[in-house]
């Protein structure tokens, strides 16, 4: 039987409520809850599968793995953190795992869309500030329907899909902004550029991987663009926005609100403006971490390995 170790099993059952038989079942697993650089190191001596959860695992690691190493396990669809091409000069094949949030990062989208369309949060907030003029007086604060309002979409990925369908099932109208425009056969999608997406969207979404093309894709130039009463959510990764820009845009009231559940640093300081401004949510990267999405993370692993295993590996990462 095949060994695998699990070098930091802690970012992904932090709750010690999976279930790993899916992989105990076909490899011998070890499971540490977290490794520094050197515990990497002595780890994955005479392992054959290497699991990890957005551990950095750059070249000055991978050069020092043993020939025993076959194969990196991201338990994620993210893969920034793991350098592809040292790894592909070790003859080490890493592979992902898209589309097992799909569900629970789309949910986590829609909750914050609505929470806007009800200012929920400022509600209260009014609240536990001890005032209550929303409710002796007429109401103070945004309130408006979701429906026929404009969602732009950045990057019409599985997690853009799932998020796009929700919006339409609500009556919203989608733009998507792909580097490669898609075909689409509901007359409420379409496709605009970045900037006119940006124009004309109430409400945008971002759902690309960070590479160097969209590392700060947005910025103060682009969030110029946006109407003064548009929200921008990331559920994505943090730097695809450039977060001082956001924090501008935001105190000038040049956009209406901002909801972020990655940020460019994570965590992030807890003295970052962003924690203290009445018209930002902030989550600490939630979207994936439903039960439901980490024990299918778990299962979905497994059939990668099994794969490997049999020598047709499947959701390989190549550059």
């Known amino acids: 039987m095949n060994n695998a170790v699990f070098l930091n099993v802690e970012r992904l059952d932090f709750d010690k409520k999976l279930d790993f038989s899916s992989i105990t079942k076909l490899t011998k697993l070890t499971k540490h809850e977290a490794s ?26 991978i050069s020092q793995f043993p020939p ?43 909750t914050l869309v609505l929470n806007f369309c009800s200012s929920l949060t400022l509600q209260q907030l009014m609240i536990k500030r001890g005032n209550f003029d929303n409710f002796t007086k007429d109401i103070l604060l945004p309130h408006f329907e979701i429906q026929e309002k404009t969602l732009g979409i950045i990057c019409s990925g599985s997690i853009g899909r799932q998020v796009m369908d929700h919006a339409l099932n609500f009556g919203m109208k989608v733009l998507v902004y792909n580097r490669t425009p898609k075909e689409w056969h509901d007359s409420n999608i379409q496709n605009a550029s970045l900037e006119e997406l940006l124009r004309q969207s109430d409400f945008i979404s971002i759902h690309c991987p960070l590479t160097p093309d969209t590392k700060h894709l947005i910025n103060k130039e682009r969030l110029k663009l946006m109407k003064s009463t548009a929200f921008i959510i990331n559920t994505s990764r943090g730097q695809i926005i450039k977060e001082a820009d956001l924090i501008e845009a935001l105190q000038d009231k040049e956009i209406a609100g901002a909801a972020l559940d990655v940020q460019e640093q994570e965590p992030p300081e807890l003295d970052n403006p962003l924690f203290s401004m009445d018209n930002v949510i902030m989550t600490p990267h939630i979207g994936w971490k439903t039960i439901e999405s980490r024990q299918r993370l778990i299962d979905l692993l497994a059939i990668n390995i099994e794969a490997h295993l049999k020598g047709k590996p499947i959701n390989v990462i190549a550059k």
């Open 68 to 110: 025993s190493v076959k194969i990196i396990c991201e338990a994620g669809t993210g893969y920034n953190n793991i350098d592809i091409a040292a790894a592909k000069e070790k003859n080490i094949v890493v592979c992902n795992v898209p589309g097992y949030s799909t569900e629970a990062v789309a949910q986590l989208v829609m």
């Open 36 to 61: 520094s650089n050197e515990d990497i190191l002595a780890r994955v001596q005479g392992q054959n599968i290497v699991i990890t959860k957005e551990l950095p695992v750059g070249r000055d690691l």
